[in-house]
């Protein structure tokens, strides 16, 4: 259940055979103008009752959800700390490198933090490392909760539309497999970025402000390409995948294939899986269906084994 800054969604999936994901069901409640501004829940009351309406239209039984941060309130960092480490020292190393990153006191974030898969040693260990402001954290909580569901994960906008869009990437046709995938963001409050090879993501940019024209993302596409090869990886763009919610922005497709000599395709998360018995109704537009990679993303953490 993603908490847009216009509108409300509910993406459900299910399993349809061993390797394959039906849409179960979807569902969009617009909000009126000003009820979220910058991430900030302004008008709880009007989103609350858009939520209750959003949930009826699912017409789900289901009740415990998968939130998401915006992409603009959440801070990530690696960090590199001696090792092996007892849970409780780890916790404190991180919580220690947090403050000194941050808010002093560490009072006004919500935290996360995980090791990083298969990058620990005997002497260090790489941990990866969530923070958000707890008050934005509680506001969405207390939203969900007054609509009668009980959220369960909470997790970023920009995480969970990059693993929708590695979804879209394991359904497509493999014409350069070993190739960067742009998958960008256009946000309310910006522009977010996630380079992806190979279905991970390599690099991801902070949210920057959203140009007037494709050629300004075209060239902040490049400075990201041009950091990524100065790296150990130094493959070409191989496709851009674009997400958002303006006519405008959908004509930048064109474009941006044009500038970049690659594929650029609008990230229809919809399109990609088979529907199960509650079909949107009228079928959603392209840029409705963009607006769902959050959804869609959030939806996906069941399913970690064709994910």
């Known amino acids: 259940m993603d908490i847009g800054t216009d509108s409300l969604h509910w993406v459900e999936l299910a399993r349809d055979g061993r390797a394959l994901l039906r849409l179960e069901r979807c569902a969009v409640e617009p909000l009126a103008p000003g009820c979220i501004v910058q991430g900030q829940i302004e008008r709880f009351e009007d989103v609350s009752a858009a939520l209750k309406r959003l949930v009826r239209a699912a017409g789900s039984d289901h009740r415990r959800v998968a939130l998401a941060m915006p992409a603009s309130a959440v801070q990530t960092q690696l960090l590199t700390l001696p090792g ?153 763009l191989a496709l851009i995948l674009v997400s958002g919610d303006t006519s405008q922005e959908l004509q930048w497709c064109e474009s941006l294939a044009q500038q970049a000599g690659c594929d650029c395709e609008w990230a229809d998360p919809v399109k990609a899986l088979r529907h199960g018995h509650q079909e949107p109704d009228p079928a959603p537009s392209p840029q409705a269906c963009a607006g769902l990679m959050t959804a869609c993303g959030l939806a996906l953490r069941r399913f970690k084994d064709l994910c």
């Open 84 to 236: 092996p480490l007892s849970p409780t020292a780890l916790e404190q190393q991180v919580q220690q490198a947090i403050s000194h990153n941050s808010d002093p006191s560490g009072s006004g974030l919500a935290m996360d933090y995980g090791l990083v898969p298969g990058a620990g040693a005997s002497t260090a260990q790489q941990v990866w490392t969530a923070t958000t402001p707890w008050n934005m954290l509680q506001d969405r909580l207390g939203l969900a909760e007054s609509a009668g569901l009980t959220p369960t994960v909470v997790d970023g906008q920009a995480q969970a539309c990059a693993r929708a869009a590695a979804l879209l990437l394991r359904l497509r046709p493999a014409t350069n497999p070993a190739g960067v995938t742009a998958f960008v963001q256009l946000l309310s409050d910006g522009v977010s970025l996630q380079l992806l090879v190979r279905h991970n993501v390599v690099r991801q940019s902070p949210v920057w402000p959203k140009p007037n024209t494709a050629f300004g993302l075209y060239q902040h596409l490049q400075n990201e390409m041009t950091v990524l090869s100065q790296g150990d990886l130094a493959a070409g």
